[in-house]
Nanobody, 124 residues
Framework: QVQLVESGGGLVQAGGSLRLSCAAS????????MGWFRQAQGKARELVAA????????FYAESVKGRFAISRVNAKNTVYLQMNSLKPEDTAVYSC?????????????????WGQGTQVTVSS
């Protein structure tokens, strides 16, 4: 079966960095869009960053542009989210997800498999 397993979350001070990883299995990773979503307490889930199958196409939410970078290594079935200059408002549960679409969708309904999520907490 399909599994997406995130790692790398934790507690960090404002201005610090974290690198999230998501290891996928049970699917053809190299043909899929991979995305990172986050959901803060009491707020709607939002797409933070996504990357197409080749890595040549990416999407970033305005709130993270210039601070976060998404990348993937198809040979390792893994997608990464490098988060720099973290702010308290980045605090959320971060989940990776995958979509079979050819282009990057922003709607979470277009993603058919999800990881369990990892908590990121940024203290001020």
């Amino acid at each position: 079966q399909v599994q997406l397993v995130e790692s790398g979350g934790g507690l960090v001070q404002a201005g610090g960095s974290l690198r999230l990883s998501c290891a996928a299995s049970g699917l053809t990773f190299s043909s899929r869009v991979m995305g990172w979503f986050r959901q803060a307490q009491g707020k709607a889930r939002e797409l933070v960053a996504a990357i197409n199958w080749s890595g040549a196409g990416t999407f970033y939410a305005e709130s993270v542009k210039g601070r976060f970078a998404i990348s993937r290594v198809n040979a390792k079935n893994t997608v990464y989210l490098q988060m720099n200059s973290l702010k308290p408002e980045d605090t959320a549960v971060y989940s990776c997800a995958t979509s079979p679409r050819n282009t990057i969708p922003s709607a979470y309904t277009a993603y058919d498999y999800w990881g369990q999520g990892t908590q990121v907490t940024v203290s001020s």
